[in-house]
Structures are given as C-alpha cells and as structure tokens.
C-alpha cells in the first residue's frame, strides 16, 4: 500500500521554542492532508485539513496562528507548532489522500515540551 | 456524515475469534465502511474496507447486513500482539470531500 511517512517520530523541545513536523507522501500525490492531535487514552481528533496550494482549514477551536500548516507540494505538508507549551504536549498523526485514494496515515509524532 | 458506535473495550484469549461490531444506522449509499488498527504511539493501520456482504482478507473478515446498517470486524485466532484499538470509520472510499472521522474506537486486550 500507499506510504506516508512523518518525521521526527519524536520530540522534546523547550517551552517557547517551535518545532516543525513533516509529513510526506512517498508514492502517490497527496492532494489533501490532515493533521491529528491524539492525547492519552483518547481517539484521533482533527485538527486541520489542507488542500495543496491552498490555506489550510482548521476545525473549531484549533489556533490557526499557533499550529501553521503549510501544503506547498503534493508530496509534503508541514505542521509546525509555534510558541509550544506543555499542554501542547501530545501526539501528532497525519495522514495523506490522493484524488482516486483511501487515507493513508503516518507514524505519528510524539512532542513532548518542557 | 455518518457516526459510528462501538463497544468501547473487549478482552480475548490467544486463539479465540474476536468479533467487533460497529453501528451506522445513517450511512449512506455511497459510503463504505473502513477499519483501522492502532498500536500504542503510531498512526493507525488500515485493517479492512468493504461495501456489503462479506469481505476477507489475510488479516480479518468484515460482515456487512443487508442494511449496512453495523458492520462487524471478526479477528480469526487473535494473538498476544492483536491487542490494540481498532476502528471504525464510514464514508467514501476515495477522493472528494471526505474526511476521515475517528469515533472512540474499541480497545482489544488479549490475553495469554
């Protein structure tokens, strides 16, 4: 099946700091991706959704200037926490589709802020 | 979009057939139905799609009633290393405008 493969697998950064995750479809065009945030014993829970080329759609409650997500090619899309606390502490998951594809999902990125 | 329900835990023994039922009464036509694995700190796997009937692959079986109206995972022979969450997602099976929605999910233990 379709890869898509997610970098760093983790993370510890400082409180204040930023850090960027990326996400990358290895052979298919990802026309669309997501990004999930899933916190301890809990499900996935969408974050955002973007479309390459465009600005990313964030669901309610998700601070856009806070979690910047940037789609420039097909094959990439980042996510990067700007300003992280501790409470941002979690796992982040993405995941990639293509025009005629299922949703293919990455490893994962456990951040953790200290 | 259609919600999704399943039991929330479920607990087997090495061996045994481990059956996973999933609720949609409002799915719609054009929806299929998709399960997913997840171990601890990874992204989820897919496990299994279908449309009706009943699909088999090397892994599991998916049983779908006329209806579609629930869906049910059965896990032939679980091991130790089967236990995860799984879950259940409804909805198209490619493209569009599709978001991939996750519901709680079902938490397998097998036990030795």
């Known amino acids: 099946g379709a890869v898509v493969s997610q970098h760093p697998s983790r993370v510890i950064c400082k409180s204040g700091t930023s850090v960027k995750i990326e996400c990358r479809s290895l052979?298919?065009?990802?026309?669309?991706m997501f990004w999930y945030r899933q916190f301890p014993k809990q499900s996935l829970m969408l974050m955002a959704t973007s479309n390459e080329g465009s600005k990313a759609t964030y669901e309610q409650g998700v601070e856009k200037d806070k979690f910047l997500i940037n789609h420039a090619s097909l094959t990439l899309s980042t996510l990067t926490v700007t300003s992280a606390h501790p409470e941002d502490s979690s796992f982040y998951i993405c995941s990639a589709r293509g025009i005629n594809t299922e949703a293919f999902f990455g490893q994962g990125t456990r951040l953790t802020v200290v | 979009l259609a919600k999704t329900t399943q039991p929330i835990s479920m607990d087997s023994y090495e061996g045994q057939e481990v059956n996973i039922t999933c609720s949609h009464n409002?799915?719609?036509?054009?929806?299929?139905i998709t399960w997913y694995q997840q171990f601890p700190s990874q992204g989820p796997r897919f496990i299994i799609q279908g449309y009706k009937t009943k699909v088999t692959n090397e892994v599991a079986s998916l049983f779908i009633p006329a209806d579609r109206k629930s869906s049910t995972l059965s896990l032939p022979r679980v091991s130790l290393s089967d236990t995860a969450v799984y879950y259940c997602?409804?909805?198209?099976?490619?493209?569009?405008?599709?978001?991939?929605?996750f519901g709680r999910g079902t938490s397998l233990i097998v036990h030795p």
């Open positions: 997602l409804v909805g198209p099976p490619s493209g569009g405008s599709y978001i991939p929605t």
């Open positions: 052979d298919f065009q990802a026309t669309t």
């Open positions: 409002n799915i719609a036509t054009n929806d299929y």
